[in-house]
């Protein structure tokens, strides 16, 4: 019964599903070049302007956030005299990544050693859940119910669990800790060519770097 799977769930050890989000920094070694490059090379904020803009556009998918996502779905139907009583739980994990499309209306101000870089919206760039990272446990076919149709009731519900998967990577405070990490790793891109204050603005919402 419902009651028997959901303490079944309570002792059924989660722990190796769950991970801390973690930040994703694919830094790419292009600081040194442009450091070095407006510097020596451009001498006008134009010449500069257009050469970061372009150094930028080419990272493209710039990838701030990773975060792990949980989700289980229990699923018991009743039948007369239990005889035909289908039960399982469906555990799973994936992950989503986060990031900005710096290809996208990337803009940058120079304004001596102050710089403005307005950054296009923080996207969800994918949602990943492998065949590897579901299990199906409690499982418990009904005396009466073929091996196809318990498949597909399975199947079912792990479409059903997909979606709340995907639906959980929506969560306003992870999206708004990728904008952070974005803004936070771009203000580092600048300050380590020397400029001394960097403010972001972004999708609408400003910042300015320390």
């Known amino acids: 019964m419902l009651k028997n799977l959901t303490e079944k769930i309570k002792k059924f050890d989660f722990n190796h599903f769950k991970k ?9 070694i292009f600081l ?3 450091k070095f490059a407006s510097g020596t090379f451009f001498s006008s904020e134009k010449a500069k302007t257009e050469l970061l803009i372009q150094e930028l556009k080419k990272i493209n998918k710039l990838e701030v956030l990773e975060s792990s996502l949980f989700a289980h779905k229990v699923y018991a139907d009743d039948s007369f005299l239990g005889l035909n009583n289908n039960e399982f739980v469906i555990i ?7 990031g900005v499309d710096l290809s ?3 803009k940058i101000d120079l304004q001596g050693k102050n710089i403005v870089v307005t950054l296009p919206k923080t996207e969800i760039f994918n949602v990943i859940l492998n065949p590897e990272d579901i299990e199906v446990i409690a499982v418990k076919k009904g005396f009466f119910t073929s091996q196809n ?7 079912e519900n792990l479409v059903e669990l997909q979606n709340e998967i995907k639906s959980k990577s929506n969560d306003r405070e992870v999206i708004a ?4 990490n974005a803004e936070n790793i771009i203000t580092s891109f600048f300050k380590a060519m020397g400029y001394e204050q960097v403010t972001i603005k972004y999708n609408g919402f400003e910042k300015i770097g320390m």
Do not use: D, M, N, S
């Open 92 to 98: 799973a994990k994936g992950k989503a990544i986060y």
């Open 20 to 28: 801390p989000i973690k930040i994703v920094l694919p830094f790419l």
């Open 177 to 180: 800790k990728a904008r952070e």
């Open 149 to 155: 149709r318990f498949e597909q009731i399975k199947k």
């Open 32 to 34: 040194f070049f442009l």
């Open 104 to 106: 996208k209306e990337t």
